[in-house]
């Protein structure tokens, strides 16, 4: 059984950053695509980046430029650094891991206000 547990996440002024991390339990880490997903209140969730096995990364046009998704294998965890946080990149962040099976973290709140 796989585990994911976000941290990081907080409140932040807009313009300011964050790091989030994404542990992962279980030995197939290294194999699979990881990616973080946001949903705010009333929205659907979407992608907001995604890391490759190989180190090939992905993101959503609202970030790019912004976040930068990465990964430390030996350690099982993926990161996000988000900067330039702006209040509509306030949502509830999650860590997915894309294997045979989908795993889900329990999300970790990222709030953008003055």
């Known amino acids: 059984q796989v585990q994911l547990v976000e941290s990081g996440g907080g409140l932040v002024q807009p313009g300011g950053s964050l790091r989030l991390s994404c542990v992962a339990s279980?030995?197939?880490?290294?194999?699979?695509?990881m990616s973080w997903h946001r949903q705010a209140p009333g929205k659907e969730r979407e992608l907001v980046a995604a890391?490759?096995?190989?180190?090939?990364?992905n993101y959503a046009d609202s970030v790019k430029g912004r976040f930068s998704i990465s990964r430390d294998n030996a350690k099982n965890t993926i990161y996000l650094q988000m900067n330039s946080l702006k209040p509509e990149d306030a949502a509830v962040h999650y860590c997915r891991l894309t294997g045979v099976r989908v795993y889900w973290g329990q999300g970790t709140q990222v709030t953008v206000s003055s």
């Open positions: 279980g030995s197939i880490f290294s194999r699979n695509v």
């Open positions: 890391i490759t096995a190989d180190g090939g990364t």
